[in-house]
């Protein structure tokens, strides 16, 4: 079974990889997709290896496509959950990782709400140790950026000459700083992010990223356009926007959508707030493709777990 990224053992965010690493990836992701929907049996890759699903966010779709693509593999799963855990009595993240290690687990997918906590954790444990990012705080989700190269590659035939939009909270979005970082190491084309000031990113813009104020202009052309949901969990109270307010001025409807290229697609990470960021009328449109990004995560994590997953050596 080939092993697409040779030495890859921790993805923590896409500056582990190159651009050959990850179109890698993405090629061996694509050849995976009828095992990774259900279509073709499961393989043997993983067999008697134990990946552990470290979750102290809560998730539906990273979970369980990580879930899936570890049992797709021939992989046991260990959930954990951490409102029902240890945590609540004053375990620390490192002593879990420690307890669970201590009973034979092999790769570990580790969302957690903290900036630095999963790289924190990677470094504590060892480079041995294969580690997957699902989700760090406001910074990284890897393997999010992944899927939705693989879903714009499917949809558009081809990761350049594009013109890719970002809408929204892009501030608190490790979706739009992973993906904006992938997009510019594929050579995508041109990158835009739209956003009110408040949840504006200024340092995406020394990356070659042109920040728009306003939706209509930037959306002037695209071809690729990502909504985001308002990450409020990570707002002050007194600086959430209303909703409604934010769907006036940045609301991603089929009037605004007019203004892409005719061919556009929209995209989403979910889970979505509709008729906060994005309109029902544009979110169920054909030009949606946010189902698609959703099966292929279990394609792009059987992919990673694949990859990073130290193998037993054979008896
Ligand atoms: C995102 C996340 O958790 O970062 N969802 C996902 O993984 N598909 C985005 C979000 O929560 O808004």
């Known amino acids: 079974m080939a092993v697409t990224a040779p030495g890859l053992r921790q993805l923590l965010d896409i500056d582990d990889l190159d651009a050959g690493s990850a179109l890698a990836l993405l090629d061996r992701a694509e050849a995976l997709r009828e095992?990774?929907?259900?279509?073709?049996?499961?393989?043997?890759?993983?067999?008697?290896?134990?990946?552990?699903?470290?979750?102290?966010?809560?998730?539906?779709?990273?979970?369980?496509?990580?879930?899936?693509?570890?049992?797709?593999?021939?992989?046991?799963?260990?959930?954990?959950?951490?409102?029902?855990?240890?945590?609540?009595k004053g375990e620390t993240l490192l002593d879990t990782?420690?307890?669970?290690?201590?009973?034979?687990?092999?790769?570990?997918?580790v969302r957690h709400g903290g900036d630095e906590s999963v790289a924190q954790l990677a470094a504590a444990v060892g480079p041995e140790v294969a580690?997957?990012?699902?989700?760090?705080?406001?910074?990284?989700?890897?393997?999010?950026?992944?899927?939705?190269?693989?879903?714009?590659?499917q949809r558009k035939?081809?990761?350049h000459d594009l013109k890719v939009l970002v809408i929204g909270d892009v501030r608190h979005s490790r979706v739009a700083r992973s993906n904006l970082k992938l997009m510019a190491m594929l050579g995508m084309g041109e990158l835009r992010v739209a956003a009110p000031p408040a949840l504006q990113a200024p340092e995406l813009a020394t990356d070659g990223v042109a920040l728009f104020d306003r939706l209509e202009p930037a959306l002037a052309g695209c071809d690729v356009v990502m909504a985001l949901r308002l990450?409020?969990?990570?707002?002050?109270?007194?600086?959430?926007?209303?909703?409604?307010?934010?769907?006036?001025?940045?609301?991603?409807?089929?009037?605004?959508?007019?203004?892409?290229?005719?061919?556009?697609?929209?995209?989403?990470?979910?889970p979505m707030n509709r008729e906060v960021e994005i309109a029902s009328a544009v979110a169920d449109s054909p030009a949606a493709v946010i189902w698609d990004q959703v099966g292929n995560?279990?394609?792009?994590?059987?992919?990673?777990?694949?990859?990073?997953?130290?193998?037993?050596p054979q008896a």
Do not use: K, Y
């Not at 990782?97 to 997918?109: F, K, L, S």
């Not at 699902?134 to 950026?145: E, F």
């Not at 959430?240 to 990470?269: K, Q, S």
């Open 231 to 270: 990450q409020t969990e990570r707002m002050a109270s007194a600086s959430i926007p209303d909703g409604a307010a934010f769907f006036r001025d940045w609301g991603l409807t089929p009037a605004r959508m007019a203004l892409a290229e005719p061919d556009a697609i929209v995209m989403h990470p979910g």
């Open 131 to 153: 580690i997957v990012n699902a989700g760090s705080g406001t910074r990284a989700h890897p393997t999010q950026a992944l899927l939705d190269a693989l879903t714009i590659r």
């Open 35 to 88: 095992v990774a929907a259900g279509r073709a049996p499961a393989l043997a890759t993983l067999a008697g290896r134990t990946v552990v699903n470290l979750f102290f966010e809560n998730s539906t779709r990273t979970r369980i496509s990580f879930g899936l693509a570890a049992r797709r593999l021939g992989a046991e799963v260990v959930e954990f959950h951490a409102h029902t855990s240890s945590t609540s």
């Open 297 to 312: 995560g279990v394609a792009m994590r059987m992919a990673v777990l694949e990859a990073i997953t130290p193998r037993r």
């Open 157 to 159: 035939g081809r990761l």
């Open 97 to 109: 990782w420690r307890t669970i290690d201590a009973m034979g687990c092999d790769a570990w997918v």
